[in-house]
Nanobody, 124 residues
Framework: QVQLVESGGGLVQPGGSLRLSCAASGFTFDAYAIGWFRQAPGKEREGVSCINRSGGFSTYSDSVKGRFTISRDNAKNTVYLQMNSLKPEDTAIYYC?????????????????WGQGTQVTVSS
């Protein structure tokens, strides 16, 4: 059974940092790309970042490029999202998801399994 469990969310002041983790189980972890998404109240879910199976390729949305860094440790079956210079508009529930492929797909339909999410709140 595919399982993805996010952790590391919380309350942080603007300009602060958080590191999210996505622990995976139930599948061959290093065969799949993993993505991070977020959903703010009243807004649609948006893609934040994605990393391919080896960790050698990653993508970022324009809104987080230069501030967030995605990485993975295939020995630990875990993907990380380091978030720096956080802004109030980064407030959302953050989800990780397993792609259907080894590479990062172009659309959300390319992701087939989702975690339950972790809340990130950026506020003073």
């Amino acid at each position: 059974q595919v399982q993805l469990v996010e952790s590391g969310g919380g309350l942080v002041q603007p300009g602060g940092s958080l590191r999210l983790s996505c622990a995976a189980s139930g599948f061959t972890f290093d065969a799949y790309a993993i993505g991070w998404f977020r959903q703010a109240p009243g807004k649609e879910r948006e893609g934040v970042s994605c990393i391919n199976r080896s960790g050698g390729f990653s993508t970022y949305s324009d809104s987080v490029k230069g501030r967030f860094t995605i990485s993975r440790d295939n020995a630990k079956n875990t993907v990380y999202l380091q978030m720096n210079s956080l802004k109030p508009e980064d407030t959302a529930i953050y989800y990780c998801a397993r792609a259907r492929f080894s590479y990062c797909p172009d659309s959300n339909s390319g992701f087939g399994s989702w975690g339950q999410g972790t809340q990130v709140t950026v506020s003073s």
